[in-house]
């Protein structure tokens, strides 16, 4: 398969995710204080990973790579343990492959920076089924325009 069909597909499969799992969410108030899980800290540091390659990549650095991080998805504790649902393990396995196709893309820039976005889309994807405060923050990491089509 080609690289624009792999990944199609891989986008196919994060969004089905949206639909299968919208039940069963607690209200929490926007006030309140809480001690940050595992998961959630995990989410925080990938999104400050992610804002510094964006930079690397504005600056000129199309070498750089994640670090790798975003493995700790499938053992980090989260906040709702109800939460762990194989569309949550879908997902996860989905941005980890979209991940390693970025740090994987060389340094050819155009395919670096469609390769950062699928990364950015793969994070809205869950976060759409899963904690979606978010997202609008996750959207500032997008590169240049989004690309309509892979």
Same mark, same amino acid.
């Given at each position: 398969?080609?690289?624009?069909?792999?990944?199609?597909?891989?986008?196919?499969?994060?969004?089905?995710?949206?639909?299968?799992?919208?039940?069963? +969410?607690?209200?929490?108030?926007?006030?309140?204080?809480?001690? @940050?899980?595992?998961?959630?800290?995990?989410?925080?540091?990938?999104?400050?990973?992610? /804002? +510094?390659?964006?930079?690397?990549?504005?600056?000129?650095?199309?070498?750089?790579?994640?670090?790798?991080?975003?493995?700790?998805?499938?053992?980090?504790?989260?906040?709702?343990?109800?939460?762990?649902?194989?569309?949550?393990?879908?997902?996860?396995?989905?941005?980890?492959?979209?991940?390693?196709?970025?740090?994987?893309?060389?340094?050819? @820039?155009?395919?670096?920076? /469609? @390769?950062?976005?699928?990364?950015?889309?793969?994070?809205?994807s869950c976060?759409e089924n899963?904690?979606?405060? !978010?997202? !609008?923050?996750?959207?500032?990491?997008?590169? @240049?325009?989004? !690309?309509?089509?892979?």
């Amino acid at each position: 398969m080609t690289l624009k069909i792999k990944i199609s597909l891989l986008l196919f499969l994060l969004f089905t995710g949206i639909v299968a799992c919208t039940k069963g +969410k607690k209200d929490v108030s926007a006030n309140a204080m809480y001690e @940050r899980s595992e998961l959630a800290t995990l989410m925080v540091d990938m999104w400050d990973e992610n /804002k +510094k390659v964006k930079e690397d990549l504005v600056n000129g650095l199309d070498s750089v790579v994640l670090s790798g991080q975003h493995e700790k998805m499938f053992t980090a504790k989260p906040t709702d343990s109800s939460d762990l649902t194989p569309v949550f393990y879908n997902l996860a396995k989905g941005y980890n492959t979209l991940a390693d196709s970025f740090s994987n893309a060389g340094s050819e @820039r155009e395919i670096k920076i /469609k @390769r950062y976005n699928a990364v950015i889309d793969g994070c809205v994807s869950c976060h759409e089924n899963f904690c979606s405060g !978010p997202i !609008p923050k996750i959207k500032q990491l997008y590169l @240049r325009e989004k !690309p309509s089509s892979l």
